[in-house]
């Protein structure tokens, strides 16, 4: 009887899943009907055109249009399509060098966005600034370029020159630069002690070697009496995956969560966690971020906030919390598809907040009144929809879900009205304060050599410098110029002394005027531990900075822009 059990058991069960397959079996022949369905549609609107249509198009450039649409109506300037003749452009050489201007881009709306400026670099020279979108290159409209096509036109062989147009906020017409393209190399890590036993790190990018070049420099300083750090992540625009994680393990204990990726697809399901013990336990520090920190900065500056590790100042930051995997396609093609998007330990979203509509929330540098005016709407709309998501860091800190990193002091470095004006007025000659005082400097250390590194601005210097302004044309109305002094000083201290002493120097002048580096140095010096420095986030300090950073700084222009 117990055998008759086993044996009417298992017909059942063989019954039911051949009854399951088929009807999976039909399932499936469903499925399969409507993509034959659809994929003859599409042959048949292609063969039309081809066939039909008012003007001949050859088939390879309908395909492209095809797969362009499609990519265009994702939404996602991330997802691309990579033609063979981009493959070069592919892999961004991280430790190596290239012909190019020495920028980096972001493709914002439908304009490639410089987002940060290499020091030492054409581009830094010739005046171009974060925030400027590409608008033409070559006389060729850059509008709705991808990254992708961006780099492929502005990299080229050492010593040719490439000739663009940039539009920039506050400028009415395009300003048009020609640059002499360089060997680019790239120094992740700019470090140096602000005194008063704060150490100053400036990271440009997560590239190879990026943590151990960071840990190694953060030693020096600690050596050099270092108790407290600024770890500058400004502007950048992030690089690899691994050493974004292995640059927040030096300030993590071993197994804590880092980031997390969700996906549709299983295997790209993952919990990056620190491999290591931390090395810095005791070092306060204080992470500085504005819009132009994206992806790999996000990664860090929301690890550490989120484990309640450093203090975060600055602005909401660029909100890339994506991941692309590189698919490749007959014919030499590529696809570049985002397939997982990031997650802070607390679970918050890294990609930036979507309107009611779904299209991202974007603050796009140089946008004219009205798409600002739209961006206000649509982030109003968004706000009406739904209340942010609130999320608790380690400590039990509420921090918000919506995209990007709010800091948790915001500040911003900026220009007065005044000087706003100032750089109207340079603009409607193609120049920038930048770019003079990189001509300023050179002549005026050739002229005068023997400078002394503690040197201040001299009023024969500001003489000279007016001089230069007189020769390139630009005539300036003398109350304004006064009003524009400390600025202007700025700029010409930072470049004498990257004439006269590097790039560190050059840094550490331009910093002396910086508000939120200002800030940062206020927290350190009160704050002996980071449980400490954490304390002073509170409704008081907040005021406390953000008073401090109202000081002559009204106009919300990021000073950084020019140069930084």
């Given at each position: 009887?117990?055998?008759?059990?086993?044996?009417?058991?298992?017909?059942?069960?063989?019954?039911?899943?051949?009854?399951?397959?088929?009807?999976?079996?039909?399932?499936?022949?469903?499925?399969?009907?409507?993509?034959?369905?659809?994929?003859?549609?599409?042959?048949?609107?292609?063969?039309?055109?081809?066939?039909?249509?008012?003007?001949?198009?050859?088939?390879?450039?309908?395909?492209?249009?095809?797969?362009?649409?499609?990519?265009?109506?994702?939404?996602?300037?991330?997802?691309?399509?990579?033609?063979?003749?981009?493959?070069?452009?592919?892999?961004?050489?991280?430790?190596?060098?290239?012909?190019?201007?020495?920028?980096?881009?972001?493709?914002?709306?439908?304009?490639?966005?410089?987002?940060?400026?290499?020091?030492?670099?054409?581009?830094?020279?010739?005046?171009?600034?974060?925030?400027?979108?590409?608008?033409?290159?070559?006389?060729?409209?850059?509008?709705?370029?991808?990254?992708?096509?961006?780099?492929?036109?502005?990299?080229?062989?050492?010593?040719?020159?490439?000739?663009?147009?940039?539009?920039?906020?506050?400028?009415?017409?395009?300003?048009?630069?020609?640059?002499?393209?360089?060997?680019?190399?790239?120094?992740?890590?700019?470090?140096?002690?602000?005194?008063?036993?704060?150490?100053?790190?400036?990271?440009?990018?997560?590239?190879?070697?990026?943590?151990?070049?960071?840990?190694?420099?953060?030693?020096?300083?600690?050596?050099?009496?270092?108790?407290?750090?600024?770890?500058?992540?400004?502007?950048?625009?992030?690089?690899?995956?691994?050493?974004?994680?292995?640059?927040?393990?030096?300030?993590?204990?071993?197994?804590?969560?880092?980031?997390?990726?969700?996906?549709?697809?299983?295997?790209?399901?993952?919990?990056?966690?620190?491999?290591?013990?931390?090395?810095?336990?005791?070092?306060?520090?204080?992470?500085?971020?504005?819009?132009?920190?994206?992806?790999?900065?996000?990664?860090?500056?929301?690890?550490?906030?989120?484990?309640?590790?450093?203090v975060v100042l600055g602005e909401a930051t660029f909100g890339k919390g994506s991941v692309q995997t590189l698919y490749q396609l007959p014919?030499?093609?590529?696809?570049?598809?985002?397939?997982?998007?990031?997650?802070?330990?607390?679970?918050?979203?890294?990609?930036?907040?979507?309107?009611?509509?779904?299209?991202?929330?974007?603050?796009?540098?140089?946008?004219?009144?009205?798409?600002?005016?739209?961006?206000?709407?649509?982030?109003?709309?968004?706000?009406?929809?739904?209340?942010?998501?609130?999320?608790?860091?380690?400590?039990?800190?509420?921090?918000?879900?919506?995209?990007?990193?709010?800091?948790?002091?915001?500040?911003?470095?900026?220009?007065?009205?005044?000087?706003?004006?100032?750089?109207?007025?340079?603009?409607?000659?193609?120049?920038?304060?930048?770019?003079?005082?990189?001509?300023?400097?050179?002549?005026?250390?050739?002229?005068?050599?023997?400078?002394?590194?503690?040197?201040?601005?001299?009023?024969?210097?500001?003489?000279?410098?007016?001089?230069?302004?007189?020769?390139?044309?630009?005539?300036?109305?003398?109350?304004?110029?006064?009003?524009?002094?400390?600025?202007?000083?700025?700029?010409?201290?930072?470049?004498?002394?990257?004439?006269?002493?590097?790039?560190?120097?050059?840094?550490?002048?331009?910093?002396?005027?910086?508000?939120?580096?200002?800030?940062?140095?206020?927290?350190?010096?009160?704050?002996?531990?980071?449980?400490?420095?954490?304390?002073?986030?509170?409704?008081?300090?907040?005021?406390?900075?953000?008073?401090?950073?109202?000081?002559?700084?009204?106009?919300?222009?990021?000073?950084?822009?020019?140069?930084?």
């Amino acid at each position: 009887m117990r055998r008759t059990r086993r044996w009417f058991s298992a017909f059942f069960v063989s019954i039911a899943a051949v009854a399951a397959g088929g009807w999976f079996l039909q399932q499936g022949a469903a499925a399969q009907e409507a993509q034959s369905s659809g994929a003859r549609l599409l042959t048949e609107v292609q063969r039309l055109i081809s066939e039909r249509y008012v003007e001949p198009i050859p088939e390879a450039e309908l395909q492209r249009m095809a797969i362009d649409g499609m990519l265009r109506e994702l939404g996602d300037p991330h997802t691309v399509f990579i033609d063979s003749e981009e493959t070069d452009d592919l892999e961004l050489t991280t430790t190596g060098n290239y012909g190019g201007l020495g920028i980096r881009i972001q493709r914002v709306g439908d304009w490639i966005t410089v987002m940060g400026i290499l020091p030492g670099t054409p581009a830094e020279r010739e005046g171009m600034l974060t925030g400027d979108r590409i608008y033409a290159v070559e006389g060729e409209s850059a509008e709705g370029w991808t990254a992708e096509q961006a780099v492929q036109r502005l990299r080229g062989l050492a010593g040719d020159p490439v000739s663009l147009s940039v539009l920039r906020p506050g400028t009415p017409e395009p300003i048009r630069l020609s640059i002499v393209r360089e060997q680019i190399h790239v120094e992740p890590v700019v470090a140096y002690s602000l005194g008063q036993g704060i150490g100053f790190v400036r990271l440009e990018q997560f590239s190879a070697n990026a943590r151990t070049e960071l840990a190694s420099a953060i030693a020096d300083l600690q050596r050099d009496g270092a108790r407290g750090l600024i770890l500058d992540l400004r502007t950048n625009p992030g690089g690899l995956l691994d050493e974004g994680v292995a640059v927040s393990d030096l300030f993590l204990p071993r197994n804590a969560v880092i980031v997390e990726t969700r996906s549709r697809l299983p295997d790209q399901n993952f919990v990056f966690r620190a491999p290591t013990e931390e090395q810095f336990s005791d070092l306060p520090i204080v992470v500085l971020v504005n819009r132009f920190s994206a992806s790999a900065s996000e990664i860090v500056a929301g690890a550490l906030q989120d484990h309640d590790r450093a203090v975060v100042l600055g602005e909401a930051t660029f909100g890339k919390g994506s991941v692309q995997t590189l698919y490749q396609l007959p014919g030499g093609h590529h696809l570049k598809l985002t397939t997982a998007g990031w997650y802070t330990p607390s679970g918050r979203s890294i990609s930036r907040l979507r309107d009611v509509n779904g299209r991202p929330i974007e603050d796009e540098p140089g946008a004219e009144a009205a798409e600002a005016d739209e961006a206000d709407e649509a982030a109003d709309a968004a706000e009406e929809s739904a209340d942010p998501e609130i999320f608790r860091t380690e400590a039990g800190r509420p921090v918000f879900g919506g995209g990007g990193i709010e800091p948790d002091e915001s500040i911003t470095d900026t220009l007065t009205t005044r000087e706003q004006e100032f750089a109207r007025v340079l603009s409607q000659g193609a120049l920038t304060l930048n770019q003079l005082a990189v001509q300023f400097a050179a002549r005026w250390n050739r002229e005068h050599p023997g400078l002394e590194a503690d040197f201040t601005v001299t009023p024969a210097m500001r003489a000279a410098f007016r001089d230069l302004l007189a020769s390139e044309g630009v005539e300036v109305d003398p109350d304004l110029y006064g009003d524009v002094e400390g600025l202007v000083d700025r700029y010409i201290a930072a470049q004498l002394a990257n004439s006269a002493f590097g790039e560190t120097e050059r840094l550490r002048r331009f910093q002396a005027g910086d508000a939120v580096v200002a800030r940062a140095m206020e927290l350190l010096r009160e704050a002996e531990t980071p449980q400490e420095l954490l304390g002073l986030i509170d409704e008081g300090g907040k005021a406390a900075g953000a008073e401090a950073a109202a000081v002559g700084r009204t106009a919300d222009v990021p000073a950084g822009a020019d140069g930084n």
